[in-house]
């Protein structure tokens, strides 16, 4: 079956990411396939690529990148079985998991042991494709990512695994490479409308629901004018959900490493030292404290979620509790999702707070999944409050309350 360049865009993503020296692994690749492809544009001249296909495809592969003079045909190399492959830090699974799986599940331990300890095995998976033991076994263990590609026929899900001698559940990092090596991870759920704005997917999926049901009521009854509604309701609802693109999504160097930026936008609440102990046996700093900036959206800010701070996921967890208004001091309380972050200055904890109204909060990252600084990982649908946490004494605050803030690029502290 064949792979769509969304699907394959999401597979490399972890390899094209890296910035510094990295090896990669495309498993069954014809030249031409859009894995191999993409992971040949991620290539710079200190990285190295082994490609596993079968002889006609290899023949293929080399002749083009002669042909073409390539630098890269110095850092291809190209065998005809997995068992002849080196380890790699990114192996990348070139042809979907269909419904017949039993291939993918015979070579599991083997693509296993070609993963550098600490790297990424990405693949795609039809929605049809069965949910073997072995395989639910491993998301459930190593997966610190999965992406719905509905740009792709059929719709396929992109898997993300850590493979490592430690569990992502030990809370430890394990991350093969620095996460301030790495550029924003590509987000499927970041649909472009324009170069500089995204929707994200809810939006979509809310405004095409709205229009649906526009379509239907003007089919149902022709004279009526109640389809206007429902259409006129998809833009602002679409509006909510926009997704712009920020500074931090470039894919540059970090130039203010100590610099930790806002992760949401609003306005600042309040900046105080706490003790927070809904979070310290997750964090192992019971009784500590802690740096907390919080910031208030109201329903025309942009609820996108970024990290503050370049790190590895070590521990994502809800806490249950209220749902009154944000800028009240009952919000302390209400039901929240907190992402502790680690990095080589201490760990930071965010905390998506909900408000009084629908009180969704969406999280897409998982413990073992490492994050750039500004990248997207989750949204809170409508009044919402985000907490950035910083161990007391690391850091000073940069903002005072009442300051307005972007995600991805407004400076809210510095480390000391």
């Given at each position: 079956?064949?792979?769509?360049?969304?699907?394959?865009?999401?597979?490399?993503?972890?390899?094209?990411r890296?910035?510094?020296?990295?090896?990669g692994?495309?498993?069954?690749?014809?030249?031409?396939?859009?894995?191999?492809?993409?992971?040949?544009?991620?290539?710079?001249?200190?990285?190295?690529l082994?490609?596993?296909?079968?002889?006609?495809?290899?023949?293929d592969l080399?002749?083009?990148?002669?042909a073409?003079?390539s630098?890269?045909?110095?850092?291809?190399?190209?065998v005809?079985?997995?068992?002849e492959?080196?380890?790699a830090?990114?192996?990348?699974?070139?042809?979907?998991?269909?419904?017949?799986?039993?291939?993918?599940?015979?070579?599991?331990?083997?693509?296993?042991?070609?993963v550098?300890?600490?790297?990424v095995?990405?693949?795609?998976?039809?929605?049809?494709?069965?949910?073997?033991?072995?395989?639910?076994?491993?998301?459930?263990?190593?997966?610190?990512?999965?992406?719905?590609?509905?740009?792709?026929?059929?719709?396929?899900?992109?898997?993300?695994?850590?493979?490592?001698?430690?569990?992502?559940?030990?809370?430890?990092?394990?991350?093969?490479a620095?996460?301030?090596?790495?550029?924003?991870?590509?987000?499927?759920?970041s649909?472009?409308?324009?170069?500089?704005?995204?929707?994200?997917?809810?939006g979509?999926?809310?405004?095409?629901l709205?229009?649906?049901?526009?379509?239907?009521?003007?089919?149902?009854?022709p004279?009526?004018?109640?389809?206007?509604?429902?259409a006129?309701?998809?833009?602002?609802?679409?509006?909510?959900?926009?997704?712009?693109?920020?500074?931090?999504?470039?894919?540059?160097?970090?130039?203010?490493?100590?610099?930790?930026?806002?992760?949401?936008?609003?306005?600042?609440?309040?900046?105080?030292?706490?003790v927070?102990e809904?979070?310290g046996?997750?964090?192992?700093?019971?009784?500590?404290?802690?740096?907390?900036?919080a910031?208030?959206?109201?329903?025309?800010?942009?609820?996108?979620?970024?990290?503050p701070v370049?790190?590895e996921v070590?521990?994502?967890?809800?806490?249950?509790?209220?749902?009154?208004?944000?800028?009240?001091?009952?919000?302390?309380?209400n039901?929240?999702?907190?992402?502790?972050?680690?990095?080589?200055?201490?760990?930071?904890?965010?905390?998506?707070?909900?408000?009084?109204?629908l009180?969704?909060?969406?999280?897409?990252?998982?413990?073992?999944?490492?994050?750039a600084?500004g990248?997207?990982?989750?949204?809170?649908?409508?009044?919402?409050?985000?907490?950035?946490?910083?161990?007391?004494?690391?850091?000073?605050?940069a903002?005072?309350?009442?300051?307005?803030?972007?995600?991805?690029?407004?400076?809210?502290?510095?480390?000391?």
């Amino acid at each position: 079956m064949p792979i769509s360049k969304a699907a394959a865009r999401g597979i490399t993503d972890e390899f094209a990411r890296r910035r510094g020296p990295k090896s990669g692994l495309v498993v069954g690749a014809a030249w031409g396939n859009p894995v191999l492809t993409a992971a040949l544009e991620a290539l710079m001249p200190a990285d190295r690529l082994t490609v596993v296909a079968d002889q006609h495809s290899i023949e293929d592969l080399q002749a083009s990148l002669s042909a073409e003079g390539s630098w890269t045909a110095g850092i291809v190399t190209a065998v005809a079985a997995l068992a002849e492959a080196e380890p790699a830090e990114d192996v990348m699974l070139a042809a979907p998991v269909t419904v017949e799986a039993e291939a993918f599940i015979d070579d599991i331990a083997l693509l296993q042991e070609k993963v550098v300890s600490g790297g990424v095995l990405s693949f795609a998976a039809t929605l049809t494709a069965p949910a073997r033991e072995e395989i639910a076994e491993l998301v459930a263990e190593y997966g610190i990512g999965t992406d719905l590609i509905v740009r792709s026929f059929p719709p396929v899900r992109i898997h993300k695994l850590r493979i490592g001698s430690a569990s992502k559940h030990e809370g430890e990092p394990r991350s093969v490479a620095s996460p301030e090596e790495l550029a924003p991870a590509w987000r499927a759920s970041s649909v472009a409308v324009t170069p500089n704005l995204h929707l994200d997917s809810n939006g979509v999926i809310a405004a095409g629901l709205l229009l649906g049901t526009a379509w239907a009521a003007k089919r149902i009854r022709p004279s009526s004018k109640a389809w206007v509604v429902p259409a006129l309701a998809a833009v602002p609802v679409a509006a909510f959900f926009r997704d712009p693109q920020r500074e931090s999504d470039l894919r540059g160097e970090d130039d203010e490493p100590e610099a930790v930026l806002a992760a949401s936008d609003g306005r600042i609440m309040a900046i105080e030292t706490v003790v927070d102990e809904r979070f310290g046996a997750a964090t192992g700093t019971a009784g500590a404290e802690w740096l907390r900036i919080a910031a208030y959206l109201s329903i025309t800010d942009v609820h996108i979620n970024r990290a503050p701070v370049a790190g590895e996921v070590v521990d994502v967890f809800t806490e249950k509790g209220g749902y009154a208004k944000v800028g009240t001091a009952d919000a302390e309380h209400n039901a929240a999702c907190y992402t502790v972050v680690a990095t080589p200055r201490g760990r930071v904890v965010v905390a998506q707070r909900t408000g009084a109204v629908l009180r969704r909060i969406v999280n897409r990252t998982k413990p073992g999944a490492a994050l750039a600084k500004g990248e997207r990982y989750g949204l809170i649908r409508f009044g919402s409050r985000t907490d950035v946490y910083l161990p007391a004494g690391a850091a000073e605050a940069a903002v005072a309350p009442g300051d307005p803030v972007r995600a991805g690029e407004t400076v809210i502290a510095r480390w000391t």
